[in-house]
C-alpha cells in the first residue's frame, strides 16, 4: 500500500485532493498583510515571501527550521520577524494541519519537519543566519530534518539545493527538481532521507563540527545488532536483529521524537512507550511478542521485542488465495474457504485474549497479524503485531492510527473499535476490497453478495459482518442502523454496456469542476505532483476528454474550453512527455479538432531540452516520439517525422539505462515507437529493432506454477498493462502481425492467461482489471481466454470494485481509498476499457489501435531476428 495516499484523503470524502484545500486556520503570521516592499507567493503547502528587487543564486546552502505542533506558531513569529528586518527571502509552511501531515507517520521522510525555508545570499550569509536563528530559537524544539544537516542540537538544520525551480530527467526518466553542475547540466537535486550535498560541493569549514557530530552516533555499546531494516516510516525504522548477548533474534522499533504524529498528534516516541506499556500488561500471552528492553541512541528510542516466525497474513493472498487463478477449482475454493474461517477463529480468539487484559488493540488488519504454519499438520496459529496504538478501555481513546482497509467509524471506541475491524476482516479474507467502505459502508453488504455466490462460506458468517460494519448512529435508519443497501446496489452493471456507458459519462460529467484552475476533474494524487499535472493526459482533463470521445460522447465545449485556457501558456516545469506533459496535450488538442493548439504546444515542445528525456512510453521519448510521427502524419508537417525519428534514435541509445520493465517504463514502450515507424516508412530495420527490445521486457518476465508469465520485480510478480505483462502483450500482439517469434507466440499465450485470473486487487487501467479487459479485447492470441464469455467473465468482475455516485457507476483510484475519475487509475479508464469490449467497440489507447486482420506469419525466425511479410502485403495494411 502507498500510504502517501492518505494525506490526500482530509479534503474530500469522495474524492483524492490537495491537502492544502482544507488548510484549516492558518497562523496569523500567515494572514498578516505583506510587508511593504515584499510580496507573497502560495506554491501548495508553502507560502512564501521575498523582498521585491532581490536576486539570490539560483542554488546554494539553505536553511530549515523545524518545529511542533504546540511551538510553530512561536518559532514562526520570531523568524519571520527576523527575516523581514534583514530582507532575508523565506517561505512557510501556513497552517497547523498542513504542519501535522508533514509531520504524519507515513509522510515522506525527506520532507518531515521543514517547516520554514530560509534562503541565504551565499554561504557566509548561511553561517552568519545559521548562527543567529540557533541563538534566536535557543530552547525550541522540533524534528530532526532527515536530509539536513542539524546545527547543534537546536531546529536549525542545512542543506545544499535548489533556491529557484528548476526541473530535469533523473535516472528513471521521471521530472525532478534540478541544481545546475560545474558543467552547466542540470542534474537531479537530490532530496532523499538523508544528508547527501551535491559530490562537487565541498562543505563548508563552518559545518564540519556539525557533521563529526552527527557521525559519532552510534550502536556501540548498545547490546543489539541491526541485521536488516523491514519498514521505514516517518516516525523511524523496524528492524531484524539480533541481541549479542544471547544470539537470540529480535525486532527493534525505532521512535524519533516530534516526528510520524498520530492523529491525536502523538509522536513516534510517545507511540513506541505506549506499545511498550500494553505488551507488558499482555505479558505471557503467547498471541503477541514479549518486551525485551529499550534503548536510546542519540534521541531515536529504541524498543527490543520477540521476533516472531511466521508470514503477515496479507503476503498470503499471493500464495493461495484461489481467484489468482483464471478459473479455480470448487474443492480449491472450498479449502480456501476452510482456511480462512480458521484465520478468523484464530484472529478473534487472539483479540479476545487481549480484550480479556483490558487493552483495545486499535490497529487490526491484515499487515498487523502474522500467521504461522505447524510444520507437521499445517494448522495455522496467529499472533498480533503493532501494539503503538493500544490503550486501556477504561481511557476510551478514539482510533489515532489505522489501515484504511479497517478504519473504524469515529462513533466507535474501545473494544467496538476491534470488533468493527474483525468484521472488515471476515470480508477481506475473501474479497480484499474494504478500504471502499470508508467512502460507503453500504458497499458491505454488496462484497458480501459477490463473496457468497463465489466462496461456499456461510451465510451467516458474512452477514454478521454486514451487521457489523452497518450498526451505529444514522438518523434515518431503523434499529440505530444504516439504511438497508438498495437492491440492486449498483446503478448499472459493467457487462450492460449502453448502461454502463451513460452511467460512467454521466459521473464525468457530474464530477467536472470548471471553477478551479487546478484539475478539471478528481483524480489520483499525482495530478498534484508536476505543472499541469490537472490538464495531462494520464491524470488529467486530456485523458479524461479522449476516453470520452472514443466512447462515443457528444463534444463537451466547456471541457474544451478548460483545457484550451489552461494550456495557453503551460506553466515552467510541465513536463515533457505523452501522459504526463505536453506531447499528450498537443496529440489530444488535435484529436479534439484544435490542431493550431496542438501546433503551439508541439512548438513549444520543440523548444525545451526534449533529447535529454528518458526513453520511455510514460513520460519519455517514446511517447513523444509516436505524438510527433502521428501529428506529423496529420497535418503533413514533415519535421515532425523527422522528430520522431531522431527520438526513436535517442531512445535506443538511452534504452540500457531503463530500470523498470513494460508499456510506460520499459522497453516494450521503445518497441512500440519503432513499430509505429516501421509501419509508416517500411524500414525493416525498424521492425527488427522492435523485436529486440520486446526480446529484454521478456528477459524480465518469469512463467508462474499457473502458467502465467509475469514481470519480475524481485518481491513480486506483475501482469499488469502499465508495468506488466499484458502491456508488453500489446506490442508483442502487433509485432507478430509483420513477422514470427516462436518466443513471442509462447508468451503471447501465457500473457492471456496472466489477464484471466478472477479477482484483481484495483479496477484501473494501468495496475488493475480495466486492463486486462482492455487486452483480452483487443489481443490477436489465439486460444482459451480471448473467447466472448472469457472478455464478459473479467467485464463482470469489474463490478466488485465499482461505487454508486449521486446515482451514476463510478470507479475507485489507486489504494481504493477515493474515486478517481482519470484514464490511468479511475473511471475514464474503465469507460475506454469496457467501450473497446462492447460489441463492435473501437475504443483503445492512442497508438494501440484495434488490430486488422492479418495474414499468418511466415516461419519462425531465429530470436532477434525477423521474418517479413511480402512488400505488398506491409504497404496493403499501411493503406
Known amino acids: 500500500m502507498n500510504k502517501g495516499h492518505a494525506a490526500f484523503c482530509d479534503a474530500d470524502h469522495w474524492f483524492y485532493d490537495a491537502p492544502y484545500r482544507r488548510a484549516g486556520e492558518s497562523y496569523p503570521s500567515a494572514l498578516a498583510p505583506v510587508p511593504e516592499g515584499w510580496r507573497s507567493h502560495r506554491s501548495g503547502d508553502w507560502l512564501a515571501l521575498r523582498p521585491l528587487g532581490l536576486d539570490l543564486p539560483s542554488q546554494g546552502w539553505k536553511i530549515h527550521v523545524s518545529a511542533r505542533l504546540d511551538n510553530a506558531e512561536a518559532v514562526l513569529g520570531k523568524v519571520y520577524a527576523y527575516c523581514v528586518e534583514r530582507d532575508i527571502a523565506f517561505k512557510f509552511v501556513p497552517s497547523r494541519y498542513l504542519l501535522h501531515l508533514r509531520n504524519a507517520k507515513y509522510a515522506d521522510r525527506s520532507a518531515s519537519g521543514k517547516f520554514l525555508t530560509v534562503y541565504p545570499a551565499d554561504a557566509d550569509a548561511c553561517r552568519r543566519v545559521a548562527e543567529d536563528l540557533d541563538a534566536l530559537l535557543a530552547g525550541e524544539s522540533g524534528p530532526y530534518i532527515l ?64 557533521l563529526d557530530r552527527r557521525s559519532a552516533v552510534t550502536l556501540e555499546g548498545v547490546p543489539y545488532a541491526v541485521e536488516r531494516a523491514l519498514h521505514f516510516s516517518n516516525g523511524g525504522g523496524v528492524y531484524a536483529g539480533r541481541d549479542t548477548r544471547t544470539g537470540e533474534p529480535v525486532v527493534l522499533k525505532e521512535g524519533r521524537p516530534f516526528a510520524g504524529l498520530a492523529a491525536d498528534e502523538a509522536d513516534a516516541v510517545t507511540r513506541l512507550h505506549r506499545e511498550r506499556k ?22 531515536h528510542h529504541f524498543l527490543a521485542l520477540q521476533y516472531l516466525e511466521g508470514r503477515p497474513l496479507n503476503t ?115 474479497l480484499p476490497l474494504t478500504s471502499l467502505l470508508v467512502m460507503d459502508r453500504a458497499k458491505a453488504a454488496h462484497l458480501a453478495d459477490i463473496a457468497a455466490a463465489q466462496f461456499p462460506v456461510p451465510r451467516s458468517f458474512l452477514d454478521e459482518a454486514v451487521r457489523e460494519i452497518l450498526s451505529g448512529p444514522a438518523a434515518d435508519g431503523p434499529d440505530g442502523r444504516i439504511p438497508a443497501p438498495p437492491r440492486p446496489y449498483l446503478p448499472a452493471e459493467p457487462g450492460d454496456w449502453p448502461a454502463a456507458r451513460a452511467s460512467l459519462t454521466a459521473a464525468l460529467h457530474a464530477t467536472a469542476t470548471p471553477d478551479r484552475e487546478d484539475r478539471l ?29 472514443e466512447t462515443g460522447d457528444a463534444p463537451w465545449p466547456e471541457a474544451e474550453e478548460w483545457l484550451l485556457a489552461r494550456t495557453a501558456e503551460p506553466p515552467s516545469g510541465t513536463p515533457l512527455g505523452f501522459y504526463d506533459g505536453l506531447a499528450g496535450l498537443a496529440w489530444t488538442h488535435d484529436r479534439l479538432g ?18 535529454s528525456a528518458g526513453p520511455d512510453l510514460h513520460g519519455g521519448l517514446a511517447g513523444i516520439g509516436l505524438a510527433l510521427d502521428s501529428l506529423g502524419t496529420a497535418t503533413g508537417e514533415r519535421a515532425l517525422h523527422a522528430a520522431a525519428l531522431r527520438c526513436a534514435d535517442l531512445a535506443c541509445e538511452a534504452a540500457p539505462g531503463l530500470k523498470r520493465t513494460g508499456l510506460l517504463y520499459g522497453h516494450s514502450g521503445i518497441a512500440l515507437l519503432l513499430l509505429r515507424l516501421y509501419e509508416r516508412t517500411g524500414e525493416p530495420e525498424l521492425l527488427q529493432r522492435a523485436g529486440l527490445f520486446l526480446h529484454r521486457d521478456l528477459d524480465h518476465c518469469v512463467t508462474s506454477a499457473f502458467g502465467t508469465l509475469q514481470v519480475d520485480e524481485g ?129 483503445h489507447l492512442p497508438f494501440l489501435p484495434p488490430p486488422r486482420t492479418a495474414a499468418a506469419p511466415e516461419p519462425v525466425p531465429p530470436r532477434g531476428a525477423v521474418t517479413h511479410r511480402n512488400t505488398t502485403e506491409k504497404k496493403r495494411k499501411q493503406s
Open 147 to 210: 536530509s539536513d544537516l542539524r546545527w547543534n542540537d537546536g531546529p536549525v538544520h542545512l542543506r545544499y539545493g535548489s533556491f529557484t525551480l528548476r526541473h530535469c530527467y533523473d535516472g528513471d526518466g521521471e521530472v525532478v527538481p534540478a541544481v545546475e553542475a560545474p558543467d552547466g547540466r542540470l542534474v537531479p537535486d537530490a532530496r532523499g532521507p538523508v544528508f547527501q550535498p551535491p559530490a562537487w560541493v565541498e562543505l563548508p569549514a563552518f559545518l564540519k563540527p556539525h
Open 316 to 430: 498470503y493472498f499471493a500464495r493461495r488465495h484461489p481467484l489468482i487463478e483464471a478459473d479455480p477449482d470448487p474443492a480449491e475454493l472450498a479449502s480456501y474457504t476452510d482456511w480462512a474461517l480458521k484465520i478468523h477463529a484464530r484472529v478473534t480468539e487472539a483479540v479476545d485474549a487481549v480484550h480479556a487484559r483490558g487493552i483495545v488493540f486499535n490497529d487490526l488488519h491484515l499487515f498487523n497479524i502474522m500467521v504461522a504454519e505447524d510444520p507437521a499438520t499445517g494448522e495455522p496459529s496467529v499472533a498480533l503485531l503493532d501494539f503503538e496504538a493500544a490503550a486501556h478501555v477504561d481511557e476510551g481513546l478514539r482510533q489515532t492510527v489505522a489501515n484504511p482497509a479497517f478504519v473504524a467509524p469515529p462513533d466507535r471506541r474501545g473494544f467496538a473499535v476491534d470488533r468493527y475491524a474483525l468484521a472488515c476482516l471476515r470480508l477481506a479474507l475473501f
Open 594 to 611: 484544435h490542431r493550431d493548439r496542438a501546433l503551439t504546444l508541439v512548438e513549444r515542445l520543440l523548444e525545451q531540452p526534449w533529447q
Open 715 to 843: 518481491w513480486r510478480t506483475m501482469p499488469y498493462l502499465g508495468a506488466g505483462s499484458v502491456g508488453i502483450g500489446m506490442v508483442l500482439d502487433d509485432w507478430c502481425a509483420y513477422a514470427a517469434d516462436d518466443r513471442f507466440d509462447k508468451a503471447r499465450a501465457q500473457i492471456v492467461q496472466a489477464a484471466q485470473a478472477t479477482f484483481y486487487a484495483q479496477p484501473g487501467l494501468f495496475r488493475g482489471a480495466a486492463g486486462m479487459i482492455l487486452h483480452l479485447a483487443r489481443t490477436t492470441t489465439p486460444g482459451p481466454g480471448t473467447r466472448p464469455e472469457d472478455i464478459a467473465r473479467q467485464v463482470e468482475a469489474l463490478a466488485r470494485h465499482a461505487l454508486p455516485y449521486r446515482g451514476h457507476l463510478a470507479f475507485p483510484g489507486e489504494q481504493m481509498m477515493r474515486l478517481s475519475m482519470d484514464l490511468s487509475t479511475g473511471t475514464a479508464g474503465a469507460l475506454l476499457a469496457l467501450g473497446s469490449a462492447a460489441t463492435g467497440g473501437r475504443a
Open 521 to 549: 476533474f478528481p483524480g489520483d494524487p499525482a495530478q498534484f505532483a508536476t505543472a499541469a499535472g490537472g490538464t495531462a493526459f494520464g491524470h488529467g482533463a486530456a485523458g479524461v476528454l479522449y476516453a470520452l470521445a
Open 278 to 299: 500494553a505488551l507488558e500488561q499482555l505479558d505471557g500471552l503467547d498471541c503477541v511478542p514479549s518486551v525485551h528492553g529499550a534503548f536510546t541512541v542519540g534521541d
